[in-house]
């Protein structure tokens, strides 16, 4: 296991669509346990791809409570989401381990099903995802498309996060 490092706001890769994978290799499963384990170590909740430099379209997730709740990681190739008959729209606070110090209200579905490809190859769904759960997947997947969460702010955020934006992409 590996701890990798973390691209921050202003890397290029963070802004590329991702490549769909093809075959679920050793390799990759490796690669998505480092992640894993990069991710506890920030500590965050979800980290996609691009945000160690790979622009696949691979993303991990754990939102149990660290030290209240057992684990439960994820490891998704491939994911893909929509939303279910009955969501609303929601809005909470979020942050980004690609955008230390910035916080911002996204507003996005709250109840989506996520079908995945998973270490073993096999196809997984899981439906009603609610809650962090339901957050984190539509984060992180939006990462794969180069999207990161501060595109999605309102304007009042955007302008108490401007200087720190600033600062993050001119820090190289
Ligand atoms: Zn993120």
Redesign the pocket.
């Given at each position: 296991m590996a701890i990798l490092d973390i691209n921050i706001y202003g890397d290029e890769v963070l802004r590329k669509p991702c490549k769909p994978i093809e075959k679920i290799t050793p390799e990759l499963v490796t690669l998505a346990k480092d992640m894993l384990e990069t991710m506890y170590d920030a500590p965050g909740c979800?980290?996609?791809a691009p945000?160690i430099g790979k622009n696949i379209r691979l993303v991990v997730i754990d939102t149990a409570i660290p030290d209240e709740e057992e684990p439960r990681p994820y490891i998704m190739f491939n994911p893909e989401w929509d939303v279910e008959p009955g969501s609303a729209l929601a809005t909470n606070e979020e942050g980004?381990?690609?955008?230390p110090d910035v916080w911002g209200n996204v507003t996005r579905p709250n109840k989506v099903w996520v079908s995945y490809i998973d270490v073993n190859g096999e196809r997984q769904t899981i439906h009603n995802c609610e809650g962090l759960f339901c957050r984190c997947i539509q984060?992180?997947c939006d990462?794969l498309d180069g999207k990161?969460?501060v595109d999605k702010i309102s304007t009042a955020d955007r302008a108490m996060n401007a200087s720190k934006l600033r600062k993050l992409a001119k820090r190289k």
């Open positions: 979800g980290l996609a945000q980004c381990l690609s955008l984060h992180e990462h990161l969460f």
